[in-house]
């Protein structure tokens, strides 16, 4: 896994890679979400994408769900806008787990650009 943060400090990335429990990318996704949101509460998926092709020479399949809400920690409470991401080799069972985030809608679109050239190197 990795964890990176904007130099700026209001965007950051999460990434772990490993073997997925299913074919299903919508069902890996699903289950990847859930463990990163234990014991968080205050966010919320807002919109799931299909799945979709993924032309990378590592995963062949991609599904995103964005969502928003406050995210709680002993310092106190933040908003917190972001993309999961979910990339899948179906021959391999290896998937990539991304979580983008940021601390405002301008600070996500800010970092876009960013996110998705980690995440395509992924590929």
């Known amino acids: 896994s990795v964890h990176l943060l904007s130099s700026d400090q209001t965007a ?3 990434i772990t890679v490993g073997a997925a429990q299913s074919t299903d990318i919508t069902q890996v996704l699903s289950a990847d979400i859930q ?12 919109h799931t ?11 062949n399949r991609a599904v995103t ?11 106190g409470t933040t908003p917190i806008f972001g993309v999961f991401a979910e990339l899948l080799n179906t021959s ?3 998937s990539a787990f991304i979580d983008y985030s940021a601390n405002s809608i301008a600070a996500l679109n800010a970092h876009t650009a960013d996110a998705d050239s980690m995440t395509n190197s992924l590929g």
Not at 35 to 46: F, S
Not at 50 to 58: A, I, K, Y
């Open 65 to 75: 769900a964005s969502y928003q809400g406050t995210w709680s920690t002993q310092q």
């Open 49 to 59: 994408a299909q799945p979709e092709e993924f032309h990378g020479q590592n995963f």
């Open 12 to 14: 950051d990335i999460y």
């Open 35 to 46: 463990k990163r949101l234990e014991g968080v509460t205050g966010v919320q998926v807002v």
């Open 92 to 94: 391999s069972g290896q």
